[in-house]
């Protein structure tokens, strides 16, 4: 059996990617997106992604099992030390600690270029919900990001009303002066 490596997504994943997102958007409440995006908008994420920040794919042989990037807390230039995280398995690729390696290299990344802070938007329900596992919420805390606040009833999915949790993780120091971010397209070697 072949080892699970971490390299850095290319267009040409966006098959692969988009199969793995799919049944988030058809079949939960874990992402908000209705649609499925298709091959190509997931080809187009990709490479907007990488002209800024990592994205990444976890990989056994010639299959991708996961996937992990980071965008931009917000437009504003002041935030440049915040990103926004996420996470994608295959259904049959979660509990294997493959988010966290996933994780773990993102975070890697986001530091060299000078990141300090890291957020996850976790979507949640009031109580059992057949269309939101609660795994998310547990697997965050377990990389180290806490609670940072809750919107209350924001999304509408499946004719239910949702929340969504805000969690953050500091991965450095908060100093006087703060280091330079560096787009992810111009790190050496990026991934």
């Known amino acids: 059996m072949h080892e ?9 994943d966006a098959a692969a990617i988009a199969a793995i997102y799919a049944p988030y ?58 990103a926004e995280t996420t996470v994608y398995l295959a259904m049959e690729s979660r509990g294997q600690g493959i988010g966290k390696r996933l994780y773990e290299a993102l975070e890697e990344i986001l530091s060299r270029q000078g990141v300090l802070n890291l957020y996850a938007k976790i979507a949640n329900a009031k109580g059992e919900d057949a269309f939101l596992p609660q795994g998310s919420l547990a697997f965050h805390r377990k990389q180290g990001f806490h609670p940072a606040g809750q919107f209350t009833q924001c999304a509408n999915k499946f004719g239910r009303w949702y929340d969504m949790v805000y969690m953050e993780k500091s991965i450095g120091e908060h100093g006087e002066q703060p280091p330079v971010f560096v787009p992810f397209s111009a790190l050496t070697p990026p991934c």
């Open 25 to 82: 958007v058809r079949d939960t409440a874990i992402t908000y997106e209705i649609i499925v995006p298709t091959e190509r908008e997931m080809a187009m994420r990709v490479r907007e992604t990488l002209t800024r920040y990592p994205f990444l794919v976890a990989q056994r042989g010639e299959d991708i099992l996961g996937y992990a990037y980071a965008g931009a807390f917000s437009q504003r230039a002041a935030y440049q030390h915040s």
């Open 4 to 12: 699970i490596s971490i390299r850095t997504a290319r267009e040409t």
